[in-house]
């Protein structure tokens, strides 16, 4: 499908069913708002990301991003399909172990590392991915103090040739200070040095960026062998491949911009056999990617509570589902489709949440048929951080159910209630 | 001291006792010392015997560098043979006594080296040069050798008891076969040979099988027959049979049913040729001895180690254990799982997980002289493999992915200008399209075929390791769709007849590894990428010490260490077990010592590991780990025919975890099981949980 001038023509069925199973049936089932995972989809998506690098490097590893969907039902897929995690903080590296991920297949990055959180990686043999020196001396301390020798990345930044350089965590490439930490880490002698961990941003639309940044990262990898005699277990990548989700700024949609797995592996891969390692020496390759996985197995159901005009007569539709449960609406045109049959006529709407907020609003101008109140709406590629970042604010928070691949459908985490939120009021 | 003793004394006893046990082709220190003292119960005899195998031994180790070899007693048996007809014969006159034992040393020394170059053993040849030597000697006239040649049971310690008229009631067969083995070693007696019957059961189920089963049969065709009207009793050429069933039933070649038909056919020729040897060397006035059986021997031997079919029984090869059984057992064991001592690594050629869309002897084009090859593409979770509609050699998963280097070796054949075909076409003219040849070792070559034009990374003459890129899939030759065709081969020139090779290990479908083995159609495969924790548990440097203590054993300490042909195995005061580690998984080779320990536990446990989580393998025991006991007895004498006996063993790797068990499957029939678990803590092995039925105990490694 060729996109036209003005990109392409993006809801021309209407979504009756998600992997089977009917639209109707699970609102009527679960409610409205509802989100909705693929089970399926999930598990496609690891596998061709899996099949896309596996079948060109010979060490890979994912490790899934649990910022980006926590969700315990979600992580298990990832784990059972063989993804390490990463968390970013106490709380998530809890939750990670209570889903069963062994001490060491779990990556610690995060610049918010607390002492606590570190005796307990420690501990359990953690992957800790040092972001600053103060937590580098903190960490030696828990080392002490625990006579044991945590298992250690170092964070390094370095210019991918984006125009907005992240320079904020870890230690930057290009001048020396990923060096310095480097040598001080192997100097100092009491961490096991394993790897180095990068992540040039996100959404990144081009693989040329990661190719830059896998050649540093492998040179760096080398020059640690070569001049410090430390083999590196790993050199991670971080995330930042894109979904297929279109930003807001963006002239083509999603679907046409974004590259595939397969587009990134081959920058990826081909960048690190530019450094001339050994075949049998080759680090291993960690990839933390979390959105391009996950984001188009979740859909937000939605109904249609009221339609009127604005005072330039535009048409303003106002729908069940708001920024409080989608708040990647901020920033990404996401696509929607209607849930039931329509009739020819199409009109610009402005989609707007039922929230009592003049800045709750899901599409500023979207093209849609036209819909009556208690019609249904299918928001897509919301999989990626909304069930993370989500807001109990002015409403509930809705069910968030999972349509399996045998077709049953079950819930991941229940719709809350008002005593939930009563029960931690105290006066 | 120690230097001394290992150096010399060790080497020299080991090889004197050895040196007995060769007589009858076994490599055990106890069955040495029992044919040692039943040669002594006729002590003059039995004395020039032990005399001649010490000179012949001292002599070898003052004249050979390769001690181990000495050890083996492979320079003795000759002589020990020597000393008994010495004593025999002439018992008078040391000087001459000397020269004979050092003639026969020479010509044993010259004969092994000739009989390594020729692939023929020697087997007693110096000693019958020796012996027709004196002979003539004796011949020639003079009073330097006097001959005494009657057999005189009154050289004998026990009298009367050996006279054969004691033993009138044992059936004649069997007497005869006593009396034969008896002459092997110069015992004129049923007793004697009765003891070394007992003794050789003991030592050698199989042996015993086929020393009865050959001598019976030659038995029964000629003994009867009018054998008496030769002149001698079946009893004196009788052992030609049991030597000849033994050396070519169950030495040199293994034990099975082809070798006891080709026994059995071999004993009429044995018989012609004892009859024309007798006639032929009687014209020199010489006794034929044993010279039927080498020359018997020695021809089967020469004609087996020709390239063979499958009719032919297999020989018995580079490694000979203890015994037949043990021979048999570590055959059966080896050949279904580890590389040869070549330690040849060998993957697949691809990264990640491909599947096999045409296997060995497959139904398009793997057929006749190139049947062994594979045809590999990559399959999405729904089994299609491409993406969108397919209708573009990109939308194939393979298309452009890196092939690599099955093993390190040599670029010895490259094409890298045949153009890929579009879709559905085909290029009948270069049929392997643009390929590459590695060649391994002399005569293994692996070739990939199919590959991208242009893609290819190396020209001939350039050294590759494994898994080092080649080129990239590709369309090219007789391929309507992108794929990579895979195979071994016999010589550079791509499209030479294939070679039935097995992979080192591989992982197939979801975790199941499969080691030393061959893709089948529809598997999908992958290589196996060690786990780093696992590999670091399992690497055991030589020189290292690990302690630890068990319950049921209390404290052990095993050293790592290495022997000559560099095997590696564990070393405790009571016990050795061989092992191997090729980087991607841990195998046990053998066990030998007492099993009275832990040691021999964590051979059980640990017998095969493959370095990967969640990895699982199935394997057997060899049934030379199996305790003594009469289900081993029968098991052994029907070993030829059929095992009715295996120990399977499984293996489940899990995070921090080798979980395992093996147990006694009777007639395919499994018994009680022992599990282990066994717990690996920062990258080292911390304890073994062993469960014996209801009975549960611990081994804990210290350090």
């Known amino acids: ?427 | 001291m120690k230097h001394v003793w290992q150096s010399y004394l060790s080497p020299l006893l080991k090889g004197i006792v050895l040196s007995y046990s060769s007589i009858l082709f076994s490599q055990s220190l106890w069955f040495g010392v029992v044919l040692m003292l039943v040669t002594l119960l006729c002590p003059i005899i039995g004395l020039y015997g032990l005399a001649s195998c010490v000179i012949a031994n001292l002599g070898a180790c003052a004249l050979l560098k390769d001690k181990a070899k000495v050890s083996s007693g492979i320079f003795g048996f000759n002589a020990v043979f020597t000393g008994l007809a010495f004593g025999l014969f002439c018992p008078s006159r040391i000087e001459i006594f000397f020269a004979v034992t050092i003639l026969v040393l020479l010509l044993t020394i010259w004969m092994e080296g000739e009989s390594e170059r020729l692939h023929v053993p020697f087997f007693v040849f110096p000693f019958l040069v020796c012996l027709w030597t004196l002979f003539l000697v004796q011949q020639q006239g003079g009073d330097l050798i006097a001959f005494n040649i009657e057999f005189e049971a009154s050289q004998s310690l026990f009298g009367d008891f050996l006279d054969d008229e004691n033993w009138a009631f044992v059936p004649d067969v069997f007497a005869s076969f006593f009396k034969s083995l008896g002459l092997i070693i110069f015992q004129s007696n049923i007793f004697g040979g009765l003891l070394l019957a007992v003794a050789l059961l003991c030592f050698s189920r199989i042996a015993f099988l086929y020393s009865f089963m050959g001598f019976s049969f030659g038995y029964l065709l000629y003994a009867t027959d009018g054998w008496e009207s030769y002149g001698v009793p079946f009893s004196y050429y009788g052992f030609n049979f049991i030597l000849t069933s033994i050396a070519v039933g169950c030495y040199y070649v293994l034990p099975s049913k082809k070798s006891i038909a080709w026994t059995l056919a071999l004993v009429p020729i044995q018989f012609f040729v004892v009859l024309a040897s007798m006639r032929f060397f009687s014209f020199f006035f010489l006794p034929a001895f044993s010279f039927p059986f080498c020359a018997v021997s020695a021809l089967f031997v020469y004609v087996l180690g020709r390239e063979k079919s499958k009719l032919a029984p297999d020989l018995a090869g580079y490694y000979k254990g203890a015994s037949p059984e043990e021979t048999l057992y570590v055959y059966e064991r080896n050949r279904r799982g580890v590389p040869l001592s070549c330690g040849m690594n060998v993957g697949l050629p691809f990264m990640g997980r491909w599947t096999v869309s045409q296997g060995v002897e497959g139904e398009h084009t793997h057929k006749g002289l190139w049947r062994y090859a594979w045809d590999f593409i990559v399959q999405d979770e729904r089994g299609t493999q491409y993406k969108g509609s397919g209708s573009m050699l990109t939308d194939y998963y393979c298309f452009r992915k890196p092939v690599v280097a099955t093993a390190s070796g040599l670029v010895v054949a490259i094409m890298d200008d045949v153009e890929d075909n579009r879709l559905g076409e085909v290029d009948n003219v270069h049929n392997w399209g643009n390929y590459v040849v590695l060649k391994h070792a002399e005569g293994l070559y692996s070739a990939v075929c199919h590959l991208e034009k242009g893609s290819l990374t190396s020209k001939v003459g350039d050294w590759v390791e494994k898994g080092d890129i080649l080129a990239l899939c590709g369309n090219s030759g007789y391929s309507p769709f992108p794929h990579l065709h895979f195979q071994f081969q016999t010589s550079p020139i791509m499209g030479s007849p294939t070679l039935d090779f097995r992979l080192s290990s591989f992982v197939s479908n979801e975790g199941e590894v499969v080691p030393y083995g061959r893709p089948k159609l529809g598997d999908s495969v992958s290589n196996l990428l060690p786990d780093e924790e696992l590999l670091a548990c399992y690497t055991f440097p030589i020189g290292k010490e690990i302690r630890l203590t068990s319950d049921r054993y209390g404290q052990e300490r095993w050293t790592v260490s290495m022997d000559a042909f560099g095997g590696t195995f564990f070393e405790t005061a009571k016990a050795k077990a061989w092992f191997l580690q090729d980087g991607t998984r841990f195998r046990f080779l053998r066990y030998e010592g007492d099993k009275q320990c832990a040691l021999y536990h964590f051979y059980l446990s640990n017998y095969h590991v493959p370095f990967l989580k969640d990895g699982v393998l199935s394997d057997l025991l060899s049934l030379t780990e199996m305790k003594r006991g009469v289900l081993k007895f029968f098991q052994d004498l029907v070993s030829p025919f059929f095992v009715f006996i295996r120990i399977p063993y499984e293996v489940r790797v899990k995070e921090s975890m080798v979980q395992s068990s093996c147990h006694l499957s009777l007639f395919s029939k499994g018994r009680d099981a022992v599990r282990y678990d066994t717990m690996i803590k920062r990258q080292q092995i911390s304890a073994i949980d062993v469960k014996e039925g209801n009975k549960t105990w611990k081994i804990l490694f210290l350090s």
């Open chain 1, 1 to 427: 499908m060729l996109p036209g001038k003005v990109g392409t023509d993006a809801y021309l069925s209407p979504v009756l069913d998600i992997d089977g199973v009917s639209v109707d049936r699970l609102m009527r089932d679960f409610g409205s708002p509802l989100f909705v995972f693929s089970e399926q989809k999930i598990h496609s998506n690891i596998q061709s990301a899996k099949r896309a690098f596996s079948t060109r490097y010979p060490k890979v590893q994912f490790a899934w991003s649990y910022k980006t969907n926590y969700l315990d039902g979600v992580c298990k897929i990832f784990h059972e399909e063989g993804s390490w995690a990463e968390v970013v903080s106490g709380f998530e590296l809890e939750k990670a172990l209570q889903n069963g991920v062994d001490g060491s297949h779990i990556l610690f990055n995060g610049p918010s590392k607390t002492k606590e959180d570190l005796q307990k990686a420690v501990r359990l043999g953690v992957y800790i991915h040092i972001d600053n020196l103060d937590e580098l001396y903190l960490l030696s301390e828990v080392a002490d103090e625990e006579s044991e020798r945590p298992k250690v990345a170092v964070r390094v930044n370095l210019d991918a040739g984006l125009s907005q350089q992240w320079d904020r965590f870890g230690f930057n490439y290009e001048n020396g200070q990923a060096w310095d930490t480097l040598s001080k880490i192997v100097e100092m002698g009491k961490l096991d040095l394993k790897g180095i961990h990068c992540h040039i941003g996100t959404f990144i639309l081009s693989t040329k960026a990661y190719a830059v940044a896998a050649e540093k990262m492998a040179r760096l990898a080398l020059e640690v062998f070569q001049k410090l005699r430390v083999r590196l277990e790993y050199i991670d990548l971080g995330g930042g491949f894109a979904s297929h989700n279109t930003l807001k700024a963006s002239y083509l949609g999603g679907p046409d911009v974004a590259p595939s797995f397969d587009d990134y592996a081959e920058a990826v891969a081909s960048a690190i056999y530019k450094v001339p390692f050994k075949t049998s020496e080759l680090p291993m390759l960690i990839l933390e990617t979390g959105r391009a996985l996950i984001d188009d197995a979740g859909y937000l159901l939605s109904t249609v509570l009221s339609n009127k005009r604005s005072a330039t007569g535009r048409r303003y539709t106002v729908i069940d589902a708001g920024v409080n449960l989608l708040f990647t609406s901020f920033w990404y045109d996401h696509k929607i489709s209607p849930a039931q049959p329509y009739s020819k006529y199409f009109e610009d709407v402005t989609l707007f949440g039922p929230l009592c907020m003049n800045i709750d609003m899901i599409r500023e101008f979207v093209c849609l048929p036209l819909l009556n109140r208690g019609d249904h709406l299918v928001i897509h590629n919301v999989g990626a951080y909304n069930v993370t970042q989500w807001m109990q604010f002015i409403t509930l928070r809705p069910n968030v159910i999972m349509v399996k691949r045998d077709g049953d459908c079950s819930i991941l985490h229940e719709a809350e209630t008002l005593s939930d939120i009563k029960r931690k009021e105290c006066l």
